[in-house]
């Protein structure tokens, strides 16, 4: 239990599970939730990873399946990046995404999986969502331009898990997280989100006795950003109580205005320079925080303060640096 809060996932959820398979199990979310897995299930994790079984092969996901014969898949697998990457590779995200997830859901349909569960973003939300954006909004739009090619395929997954669901009976859960920051996330400037950016960029800053860190656009956006322990504890209460395909969002609803994340993070980071905000660069959406109403019906929430998920997150960049364990 953290920070007094009580919700459903504290109260231990044993999964019944004889095999879960978890794909991507050794990127960002991996790291948090292979071991809530671990936990909470009593029969074998299986966490393959690409140089064992590329996705993206024709006939990988099927052999998969066939070697591993789970009856539960936990698919994380994905073409995954901030927006500067998006931009640059839009095809690359668009294919690479679209070719894992249809395979991976239609091998574990075609190999009698029990139950399978896996995460879009919320970036797959139309650009003219109004906050908070409700899952309900899914469908009213197109999404941000720039990150198409990823959020429109992700969003394939709530077609597929309905259709699948719909023909064959085949349960799939697709959930979605707000902006996911923490320990393990990908640090490397051309990919990272902006959290790990930022701490990294102020970082560097300190130790180079830096006066200034340019920061992209005005500065006056806000996000909502969950910690991904949070996502981790989650998962296993919805493998073990949740069957729809109805998406939920996972995120904390609460909104930061991105000028006092980055002053934030300036403190947390020891950094005693200015920011410079270059308002030339563009903004994106002006106002976007997920509308937690339906994961609050279940009884559960991300609780952990965005404070004490940054300072999780910082300390662990620190160390990681010097052992070199991190995407930089
Ligand atoms: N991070 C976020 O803010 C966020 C927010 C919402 C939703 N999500 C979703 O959460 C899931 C996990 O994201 P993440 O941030 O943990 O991503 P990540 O750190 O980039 O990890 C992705 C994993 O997918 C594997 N993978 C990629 N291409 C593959 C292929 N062709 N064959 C087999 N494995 C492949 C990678 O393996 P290698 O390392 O071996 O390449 C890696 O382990 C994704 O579905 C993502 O869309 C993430």
Not at 50 to 58: N, Q, T, V
Not at 64 to 72: S, W
Not at 192 to 203: N, Q
Request: with cysteine.
């Amino acid at each position: 239990m953290k920070n007094g809060t009580q919700d459903s996932t504290d109260r231990a959820v044993p999964l019944p599970f004889r095999r879960i398979l978890v794909t991507g199990g050794h990127g960002f979310l991996g790291h948090h939730i292979v071991p809530r897995l671990r936990a909470a299930c009593s029969g074998e994790i299986l966490t393959p990873g690409r140089a064992d079984y590329d996705l993206l092969e024709p006939g990988a996901a099927d052999r998969l399946l066939r070697d591993t014969t789970p009856d539960c898949v936990v698919h994380l697998a994905a073409k995954s990046g901030g927006i500067l990457d998006n931009r640059l590779r839009p095809a690359d995200y668009f294919y690479e995404n679209l070719t894992i997830n249809t395979a991976v859901l239609h091998a574990a349909w075609r190999a009698g999986v029990k139950k399978l569960l896996t995460l879009m973003g919320g970036c797959s939300y139309p650009a003219a969502a109004v906050s908070p954006i409700g899952e309900d909004q899914m469908w009213q739009g197109y999404p941000q331009a720039e990150s198409a090619g990823y959020s429109v395929a992700k969003k394939m997954l709530l077609v597929q898990s309905a259709a699948y669901r719909a023909q064959h009976g085949f349960n799939s859960l697709v959930l979605i997280p707000g902006n996911v920051y923490g320990e393990w996330d990908n640090f490397n400037l051309t990919q990272a989100h902006v959290i790990p950016a930022l701490i990294r960029r102020f970082s560097e800053a300190r130790e180079a006795a830096a006066p200034e860190v340019v920061c992209f656009g005005s500065g006056q956006p806000t996000r909502d950003f969950v910690y991904a322990g949070d996502i981790a504890r989650l998962i296993p209460w919805f493998l073990a109580r949740y069957d729809s395909s109805a998406p939920v969002n996972l995120s904390t609803g609460t909104r930061i205005r991105i000028r006092e994340l980055a002053e934030t993070i300036r403190g947390l980071t020891g950094y005693a320079g200015r920011i410079e905000w270059d308002a030339a660069q563009p903004d994106g959406q002006m106002d976007k925080i997920f509308d937690v109403t339906r994961l609050r019906g279940l009884g559960l929430a991300c609780p952990t303060s965005l404070a004490d998920g940054l300072r999780r997150t910082i300390a662990w960049f620190d160390d990681v640096r010097v052992t070199g364990d991190v995407r930089l």
